[in-house]
Nanobody, 125 residues
Framework: QVQSVEAGGGLVQAGGSLRPSCTAPGYTYSTHCMGWFRQAPGKEPEGVALIYSGRRTNYAESVQGWFTISSNNARNTLYLQMNSLKAEDTAMYYC???????????????????WGEGTQVTVSS
C-alpha cells in the first residue's frame, strides 16, 4: 500500500508562510488526483487544494489566492505553499492520492485511496 509522507508543517505567526510537502511513490501526478485536506479540532475535514492532469488545480474558496498547490513529478513530491496564514488555518493537513473519475478530480474523499498521516500547522494570532 502506498503511503504518503508529509513534512513541512509547524508553528508560524499570523501573516507568515509555510510549505508542507508530501511524497507519494507509485503515483504519477499527471494521471492521478493529488490533493491536500485539513481538519481543525472539532470540525469536519475539508478539501483545500487539488492538482491533476499535470497542471489543473482547484482550491477551496477559503484559500483561493493564498495557497498554491504544485508538484515536482521527477521527485514524486507534492507541495502546498501557504501564504498570509490566519489563525483559522490551524489544522492537521493531510496529503491524499487517488484515481481520477471521468477525467476529473474533486474534493470527494472517497476518490482518494491513499492518505498520509498528516502534518500539524499551527498559526498563532
Amino acid at each position: 500500500q502506498v503511503q504518503s509522507v508529509e513534512a513541512g508543517g509547524g508553528l508560524v505567526q499570523a501573516g507568515g508562510s509555510l510549505r508542507p510537502s508530501c511524497t507519494a511513490p507509485g503515483y504519477t501526478y499527471s494521471t492521478h488526483c493529488m490533493g491536500w485536506f485539513r481538519q481543525a479540532p472539532g470540525k469536519e475535514p475539508e478539501g483545500v487544494a487539488l492538482i491533476y492532469s499535470g497542471r489543473r488545480t482547484n482550491y477551496a474558496e477559503s484559500v483561493q489566492g493564498w495557497f498554491t498547490i504544485s508538484s515536482n513529478n521527477a521527485r514524486n513530491t507534492l507541495y502546498l505553499q501557504m501564504n498570509s496564514l490566519k489563525a483559522e488555518d490551524t489544522a492537521m493537513y493531510y496529503c491524499a492520492a487517488g484515481s481520477m473519475r471521468m477525467g476529473t478530480c474533486t474534493f470527494t474523499r472517497s476518490q482518494f485511496q491513499d492518505w498520509g498521516e498528516g502534518t500539524q500547522v499551527t498559526v498563532s494570532s
